[in-house]
């Protein structure tokens, strides 16, 4: 007879995923953890773990056959039914473990679709999916093709960094090559494309059987590259329901998932609405839930805790069983969130009923707010950014990328 108690490794190189592991843990399953040696004083959610796994060094540091060896020894004694990325960095090392241990999930060719912004592009460009003008960098006469056929200014993006981490924008094909050249042997680990002034959406997800079951509209009210390049507040807030921007992002979502081979779990996919001509462009997605603690937001707005109900995903793939969405709210959220000068910032003078929910990081001043009206969810995000601005913020210098997964 089959065993009830399925068995999970989760690989998590950051520290996130609490709410997936505890209610994976809860579905009645065995949850097993790989993390960094450097996170190992994080406050894990030892209570929902069976076992945790250390590995030397973070994310780019992991020696992938040492982490192969490590599992494959841990399966001589234990049936490992899935394996989970838990972040964005951990999609590479799930889909080597999976392809080299023949279990079931994505692959490392679907893989690169959620990782590697010049497959998603390509990828999207033979779906139809309307995206910004790029180029890879492989080719000296494809660059030059493109300087002289796309107007600038342009950015230039790696493929596998997460958000805004190492984009930069140029403004001649001048200054492009000159970067292309600073690039050296790295420019194969990136791609220019045009920049496209707009407001950036998000749409957060949940995926069973090859269909969208869940999503939110959500719009960026400061970009994660504004903030990653200049400094400021980020906050985002979902947008008015069965508006044609919702409509045509969330027609858009579904487009990428299906081009893109998903089948189940959670996704975070962001688009521009372009200020010039009012279109709608893919920028880039991902196989997990979105960062910066917009999964409370998500759930303040709709019920849906998107790491509670990838976990029933999960559970319910490895059961075969049938996933069934929860009841949704449609109501307003915001989130609002700062790096602070303070380890922990005294947040109580946010004391408006709306606050539902305070970020708990050292060193950062954040809130997540909920109402049934869009307009109060505005107010208070701007309300709150010239507070955090006076009284809490600060900046870090943005580290150029050496390391490139």
Not at 212 to 241: C, D, H, W
Not at 291 to 307: D, F, K, P, Q
Request: hydrophobic letters at 40%; one cysteine or more.
């Amino acid at each position: 007879m089959e065993s009830q108690i399925k068995n999970y490794i989760c690989v998590s190189n950051y520290f996130k995923g609490n709410d997936f592991l505890i209610n994976l843990k809860k579905l009645g399953n065995r949850v097993y953890l790989i993390t960094s040696e450097k996170l190992r004083d994080k406050p894990w959610a030892l209570d929902y773990i069976d076992e945790i796994f250390f590995m030397p060094g973070q994310d780019i540091d992991w020696n992938l056959d040492d982490l192969l060896n490590g599992v494959a020894g841990l399966m001589r004694h234990k049936k490992i039914d899935a394996i989970i990325a838990l972040d964005d960095f951990d999609v590479e090392k799930a889909t080597f473990l999976r392809e080299n241990l023949r279990l079931p999930g994505m692959g490392q060719t679907t893989g690169r679709y959620f990782r590697d912004k010049l497959a998603m592009r390509m990828r999207a460009k033979d779906a139809g999916v309307p995206i910004p003008a790029f180029s890879s960098l492989f080719n000296d006469d494809d660059i030059n093709q493109f300087a002289d056929t796309v107007s600038p200014p342009w950015v230039l993006k790696p493929r596998s960094e997460a958000s805004a981490s190492g984009i930069i924008k140029v403004h001649s094909k001048e200054e492009l090559w000159k970067k292309v050249h600073e690039l050296g042997d790295n420019r194969i680990k990136y791609l220019v494309e045009q920049f496209k002034p707009g407001a950036v959406y998000h749409c957060d997800g949940i995926n069973w059987q090859g269909k969208v079951m869940f999503s939110l509209t959500s719009k960026y009210l400061a970009t994660p590259m504004e903030i990653s390049q200049g400094g400021g507040i980020f906050r985002s807030a979902n947008i008015e329901y069965n508006s044609a921007d919702d409509k045509a992002i969330k027609k858009g979502n579904e487009q990428v998932m299906k081009a893109f081979g998903m089948q189940h779990g959670a996704t975070h996919t962001e688009f521009i609405k372009c200020n010039e001509d009012g279109k709608i462009y893919f920028l880039e997605t991902a196989s997990r839930v979105g960062g910066a603690h917009l999964a409370e937001m998500v759930e303040a707005a709709s019920t849906i805790n998107l790491w509670g109900e990838w976990a029933k995903v999960e559970d319910c793939l490895i059961r075969n069983l049938e996933y069934k969405l929860p009841k949704i709210r449609k109501e307003f959220a915001g989130i609002v969130l700062t790096l602070s000068k303070f380890q922990h910032p005294d947040l109580s003078i946010f004391d408006d009923k709306e606050v539902c929910f305070i970020v708990p990081l050292d060193y950062h001043a954040g809130l997540v707010i909920k109402s049934a009206s869009h307009t109060r969810i505005i107010e208070l995000l701007d309300e709150y950014a010239e507070k955090l601005v006076s009284d809490f913020a600060t900046t870090v210098q943005q580290e150029a990328v050496k390391k490139f997964h």
